[in-house]
């Protein structure tokens, strides 16, 4: 009987690199259908509903470009620390925290008006996101704490946060005892950029983010410097670059960007704070940031992917009566299959000749 084994290869396959993440999407199509066909539900249809009906649909197109802004926003900033070997699993909780911040900007500011205000809001929630976020950076660089376990903690910690101060003292006395914040003001809400549509400013914000980061880690110091500290840390302390500098800057550039993407969405599509604020946009970023290979433009079509499986997922629950957690099931499907498959990059499948063979030989 013919034998299999993994070889390593003398490069890593470029070719594999960019087809394994469509191999991932496609796999999970097809695996997801049997799943849902064997739990009683239409798999055909669910796979239908989820990853197509989306894309046909042009009165979805404009809800595909709300959901992708935060995955972009958020996927880009993680995937530059991953690229550094810095792992972040905590951009939810930093997602939560800036939102935080740059609501509390508009407690302060419901009788002002003017654009600046916007403005102030996000910066407060870019710098609520970063300070979070410098919470493992120093765990990590003065103790050596793993970054991922803090991270990660936190997020539970910026749930508890949120919900103490929509049930408490930024409560709205006039929500008739629900918990929530004021709604915010036309100055302090994102105007959209679509008339007609929902497709707010918080969109094309993110994607030139993901753009202009492109474009630094391949033409600045700064990208060198983190592909250098990630691939090789031995040789980016000879060439003078700071390990513990780089875990700073990454993991407040990717706290910055989920704190910023935390009050575009709140500005944007909640225009206020609730409990059930966080969305799990800071967990599936991660798959973003993989899917799109730790690339920020790959980082834009990986975003739009997820964003179709968050649409569809709605779309499947009203037409077919799919379970919410069907989104999360085909989204962590999609990552298992992309990580398994990685293997293939750097190895690839030979046969090796049976005993039998061996013997005749």
Do not use: C
């Not at 033409?219 to 250098?228: A, D, E, N």
């Not at 990059?345 to 005993?355: F, G, H, N």
């Amino acid at each position: 009987m013919a034998m299999f084994r993994f070889e390593k290869r003398a490069y890593p396959s470029n070719a594999m690199l960019y087809s394994t993440p469509v191999f991932a999407v496609l796999l999970t199509m097809f695996v997801g259908a049997i799943i849902f066909s064997i739990l009683g539900y239409d798999g055909i249809g669910a796979v239908r509903e989820i990853f197509l009906t989306p894309l046909t649909n042009s009165l979805k197109w404009q809800d595909l470009g709300v959901k992708a802004a935060p995955l972009v926003l958020i996927g880009v900033g993680l995937a530059v620390g991953y690229r550094a070997n810095v792992w972040n699993i905590g951009a939810e909780g930093q997602f939560i925290v800036g939102a935080l911040a740059g609501t509390g900007v508009t407690l302060v500011t419901r009788d002002m008006q003017g654009p600046w205000i916007l403005v102030a809001m996000m910066v407060a929630g870019v710098l609520g996101g970063m300070a979070y976020a410098a919470i493992p950076a120093l765990l990590k660089t003065k103790l050596r704490v793993n970054e991922i376990l803090t991270s990660l903690m936190l997020t539970y910690v910026a749930i508890q946060i949120l919900n103490y101060l929509v049930l408490g003292p930024w409560k709205d006395p006039m929500a008739f005892g629900f918990p929530q914040t004021p709604l915010f003001t036309p100055s302090q809400s994102l105007p959209t950029v679509i008339p007609g549509t929902v497709v707010h400013l918080g969109v094309p914000i993110a994607f030139a983010v993901a753009a202009i980061l492109a474009f630094i880690m391949a033409r600045s110091v700064f990208g060198f410097q983190v592909r250098v500290v990630g691939a090789a840390p031995d040789a980016a302390r000879y060439g003078g670059f700071s390990s513990n500098k780089t875990i700073w800057m990454v993991l407040l550039l990717s706290g910055g960007l989920a704190g910023l993407a935390g009050i575009l969405e709140a500005a944007g599509p909640f225009q206020q704070m609730t409990p059930g604020f966080p969305a799990d946009y800071g967990f599936t970023a991660i798959i973003v940031a993989f899917l799109g290979r730790l690339n920020p433009l790959g980082v834009i079509f990986a975003g739009i992917v997820l964003a179709i499986t968050f649409v569809g997922g709605d779309i499947a629950q009203t037409t077919i009566g799919l379970p919410k957690a069907a989104t999360g099931l085909f989204q962590a499907m999609m990552l298992f299959f992309l990580l398994a498959s990685d293997i293939l990059i750097r190895y690839k499948l030979v046969r090796t000749a049976s005993k039998t063979e061996k013997v005749v030989s």
